[in-house]
């Protein structure tokens, strides 16, 4: 096998292995990000129910700031 193959192949199996490592890390960051986003959800709910439960006080969530 020449020199030339030999190179291009050792490039190819180098790529594969860090296609495969990022894969890993995309695959990790999916599940990490969903349940961010089930917690965040959690948070607003959770903020919306207690908003809702305080008799008389002003929900703030949906107001725009006074410098608008």
Same mark, same amino acid.
């Given at each position: 096998? %020449? !020199?030339?193959?030999?190179?291009?192949?050792?490039?190819?199996?180098? #790529?594969?292995?860090? +296609?495969?490592? *990022? %894969? !890993?890390?995309?695959?990790?960051?999916?599940?990490?990000?969903?349940? #961010?986003?089930?917690? +965040?959800?959690? *948070?607003?709910?959770?903020?919306?129910?207690?908003?809702?439960?305080?008799?008389?006080?002003?929900?703030?969530?949906?107001?725009?700031?006074?410098?608008?």
């Amino acid at each position: 096998m %020449s !020199d030339r193959t030999q190179e291009m192949e050792e490039q190819v199996a180098y #790529l594969h292995k860090t +296609v495969e490592e *990022l %894969s !890993d890390v995309i695959a990790k960051q999916d599940m990490e990000l969903r349940a #961010l986003t089930q917690r +965040v959800d959690l *948070l607003i709910r959770r903020e919306a129910d207690r908003q809702s439960e305080a008799p008389g006080a002003a929900i703030f969530g949906d107001e725009r700031p006074p410098h608008y």
